[in-house]
């Protein structure tokens, strides 16, 4: 009997070619203003996406504080397995699925909204032009900024006032041009009937934003408030899913603290390796006076328009006819100890991958070696390109601006002549 006939077969998921949007609202006169903010302003904006790019999207924003390898992947298959089924992509408007909303508990709900809410902020953002994200607190902490406090109402034993910390948003983000700016993302999960409490979540959001920014030099003016209201469809309901955002400016302090260049990008990248489960390598990119040098090898394959190195990460038997994508686990060994001979029927057999475009990796690589880090600095030098990501790719993936690729391949794409395997220092 073959390996992958004893695997577990884990929740399904799909359909997985489904494409789906949310419109997006424009809430910044309002919050300026001060006025009411229904009726919603016309969408100024329609965020479209496929169930490959939502996923990466959420992967990436969790994998941005880097997590132990072996978390990684796990983390992964828990938001595609555990989770696509309460979302419903059978229409042009992205909803929740029928019941998703009262199937969750409160605690469950208020986890699994806190991840897809990031995952959209993300999405936008990089419609919006950023390609790079890291943690805002990682980033202020390689900064050397602390957290500011105010007083509280709260007193020790002693009588004397418990300073109030301030929280922190979510991400900071950087275009390729190396623009800055903060976000923030709220969202909820509502049954049929409710209406999202915008305004007060949105206002929670611009109290985290507003004290931040100022510290960094160049200051970091840009700030989005990202919400993301997602609900069960009702015929009664005045408003669908949305996505609402908030764009406020800030200024700078007279002492702030002087921001290296590259240091989005190194997070951006160190977040990216560390979710590949290549954790040596993102721990030098996050600490670039280390002296201590690393040697990895990666799998090397053509895809997707270009050249990855990847990590296989699940396997997808063939389509059933009701079109849905049924994801097994690999087992352990992979691929040394299999070849493509361990499959039947190999011209139907799908691996996902979590990858990053290989030139774009030399490229970090060399800048972690050189401690110049001039590559990642370097306005003109255009870390992924995704002009070769054909449609029918989009279909079965996604590729973001930062050159990382999630998604299913063919599994002879990862044995035939194109493999190789490179060694790099960083």
């Keep these: 009997m073959h390996w ?8 399904p998921v799909g359909p997985a070619r489904s494409y789906s949007s949310l419109p997006v609202h424009d809430l910044t006169s309002s919050f300026a203003s001060k006025t009411s903010i229904r009726p919603l302003p016309a969408p100024t904006d329609n965020l479209r996406f496929s169930m490959w790019r939502l996923a990466h999207a959420v992967k990436k924003a969790e994998c941005v504080n880097p997590v132990l390898a ?57 419609n919006e032009g950023y390609a790079f994200v890291g943690r805002f607190d990682t980033f202020r902490k390689k900064c050397g900024v602390a957290v500011p406090t105010v007083p509280s109402r709260r007193r020790n034993r002693l009588g004397k006032l418990i300073p109030k910390r301030i929280r ?115 721990r030098n990119l996050v600490s670039p006076h280390s002296t201590d040098r690393v040697r990895e090898t990666f799998q090397v394959a053509e895809f997707g328009g270009g050249r990855y190195a990847y990590v296989p ?5 063939p389509q059933k006819p009701d079109d849905l994508l049924r994801v097994f686990h690999l087992p352990t ?21 979590l990858a990053l475009d290989i030139q774009v990796l030399e490229r970090v690589a060399r800048a972690s070696r050189s401690r110049s880090w001039s590559s990642l600095e370097d306005a003109s030098s255009d870390p992924g390109d995704a002009g070769a990501f054909t449609k029918r790719d989009d279909e079965r993936g996604n590729r973001f601006s930062d050159g990382s690729f999630m998604g299913l391949v063919r599994l002879e794409q990862l044995f035939v002549s194109s493999y190789e395997a490179v060694t790099l220092d960083f």
């Design 168 to 282: 922190s948003p979510d991400f900071v983000v950087e275009t390729k041009s190396g623009d800055r700016a903060l976000v923030e993302s709220k969202g909820s999960f509502l049954n049929g009937g409710k209406v999202a409490d915008i305004k007060g979540s949105m206002s929670d959001a611009l109290k985290q934003l507003a004290p931040w920014g100022s510290q960094f030099s160049p200051a970091i003016t840009k700030k989005f408030a990202v919400g993301t209201y997602l609900r069960e469809p009702e015929s009664t309901d005045r408003e669908p899913s949305l996505m609402a955002i908030v764009d406020p400016e800030g200024g700078q302090d007279e002492d702030a603290v002087p921001v290296p260049p590259d240091l989005v990008r190194r997070l951006n990248y160190a977040g990216w390796l560390s979710a590949m489960g290549y954790r040596a390598p993102s």
């Design 70 to 126: 072996s978390m990684a992947n796990s983390m992964t298959l828990g938001f595609l397995l555990e989770n696509q089924h309460l979302f419903d992509y059978s229409g042009t408007q992205f909803n929740l699925a029928d019941g998703a909303a009262s199937y969750l508990d409160d605690f469950s709900q208020t986890g699994l909204t806190g991840r897809v809410a990031q995952g959209f902020a993300l999405l936008q953002m990089e």
């Design 313 to 317: 990460i699940a396997w997808v038997p």
């Design 333 to 353: 060994g992979w691929p040394g100890e299999y070849s493509i001979a361990n499959f039947h029927e190999t011209d139907n057999q799908m691996i996902v991958v």
């Design 4 to 11: 992958y006939a004893q695997l577990y077969s884990l929740l």
